[in-house]
């Protein structure tokens, strides 16, 4: 895994909202859990796990919709005011984290998920890397996927 110069830019579908990562993610990985499935309208998301002091709104209006997680933990999902692309969402319980949607990035393919989690609920026709950090639910703990995330770093 190489990463990218930061700072790195991203932004939603209309170009009304973008933002600026300053510094690099803790963590890449992907969900297949319903919600995901519901939210994005396919098979899962990725999360990209930045701390929030490194990630600024530059330009647009956010909305937020706040769901309980298959978790149980609340999730606040941040917009765009104008085209409501989904750009990361704030999970309550983890004030100083948030989970940007690699896919609004305007070059992701650096960031390329060292895991999986909700595996279970991943369709019959997905096909999920069994030599990655996975978990057939949430996990108890996301430190393994933070340090697969940092063994990636090293090996370049
Ligand atoms: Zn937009
Ligand atoms: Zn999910």
Redesign the pocket.
Known sequence: MKLPVFPVEGGCQCRAARYQVTAPPLTVYA???R??QRASGTTH?MSMFVRREDVALVAGTLTAYEKA??SGRTVRMMACASCGTRLWNEPLSSPEILVIKPGTLDEMGWAKPVGN??TDSAPAFAQIDPALVNFPGQPASRQPLFDAWQRAVAAG
């Open positions: 969900c297949w859990c919600d995901c998301t997680a298959d989690i909700w």
